[in-house]
């Protein structure tokens, strides 16, 4: 029976995890944490549907809580772009913990073995081949390492550069947030609101506000490293803001690094393959990114058991890369360049992209070609040519996308790759 290893608990290492078990795999999830310490404790989008797609049991309805569109507003909270169309038919809420917990459940039951509280370090190498882990529990060797350590998966960034695999996700790729659930007074409870402020405090980032009827939920962004002033900073104007919130954390209170880029341009080589954020399989705009691993783990576990031969060589495992960034993976571009354009601006600009119409709901909503000669026509017409270079590059970029999407070969061809991989670094900000 073939071995395959999973580094870390999340949950496209899971649902490959119980796609694989299913399969005839021998498999094991090894996560660094302890059971009962898994998982951020908050909600976050999900589409319920994803599961029953991904070969997973449904989430109970009880468990799934409703989800709103946002509003956003910039720096000077002058105007708000409302985007926020009411519950969504489509995609809901889910409390996380509660996710993992079903998962992990739902692994077990498939045969998954698991080893909690045992931290992955490194791949084991021989050749050319990734051929197991070193762990808190000793080597551990197997015919497939599957890579869901996130952001900073020290497998990932420990690989030798002759993988040709990104190791470090770079300055700007990388979203710090705090975000805790704060209590409201009995006596000041509030109808729903969502609202995304832009360049908060002159912060490089975002916050959000939502107001719920027994807490309000605050995350305070940021594309540098947040420290406890700028966290302090940011509650206190939010307990100006809302009368009726407390200083009293309910739930969460915890920070996170999430990846807010396109997907890395190769993330599979002999006897490897990652998923999740160690692969930034997050939509680079709203940063959620839960149902594109589970869909993602599902693709992974196709292609394995599927295979013939059953090598995981690279040949083999491109057909799973292939496959994530044709379904899901390529849809990331476009929202990529605008998150590198607007937080390469200041928080002046953006008050002024705002309040002129210049950046509204249908920019946000649906960010391509076009829309960007919308702006720079916007632009000429209210005389602002210093704010022209960014967004031609940004336009520029645009252009790019269809053919760097072209370039990806269907079938596995070193040279073929190469070329695809110089293409999509073009598009680097």
Known sequence: MKK???????HGGLSA??????????????????RAGLGWDWTDAFVPSALPRAGIT???????????????LPPSKKVMVNTDTGPNPTVKSVDRKILLAHLIKEAKSAGVKFEFSAEVNYALVKGNRIVGLNTAKGDVYADLVIDSAGIDSPVRRNLPEKFNIQ??????????CYRAFYDVTSDEKSDPQYQIIFFHNNRCGM??????GNHIDILIGSFSELSEDDIEEAVEDYLADFPQMTDKIVRGGQCAKIPL??????????????????VCMTEPLSGSGIVLSILAGKILADVCVASVEKKFDESELWKYQYRYMQEHGFSHFNPGVIKDYLSSLNAEDINFFVEEKILGAPELGNVGENTMEDMIQKLVLLKRPDLLPGIIKAATKLMIIPRVIKSMPSSYDVQKIREYMAMDKNLDW
């Open 4 to 10: 395959i290893i999973v580094a870390g608990a999340g």
């Open 17 to 34: 995890a119980i796609n694989l078990a299913r399969g005839g795999f021998d498999v094991t999830v090894f996560e660094k944490n302890k």
């Open 58 to 72: 449904a989430l109970p309805d009880d468990d799934i809580l409703e989800f709103r569109n946002a509003g956003f």
């Open 167 to 176: 190791n470090e996700i770079g300055d700007g790729e990388r979203f710090f």
């Open 207 to 212: 916050d959000w506000c939502i107001t719920e």
């Open 261 to 278: 880029r396109r997907p890395l341009s190769k993330f599979i080589t002999n006897g490897y393959a990652a998923i999740g954020d160690a």
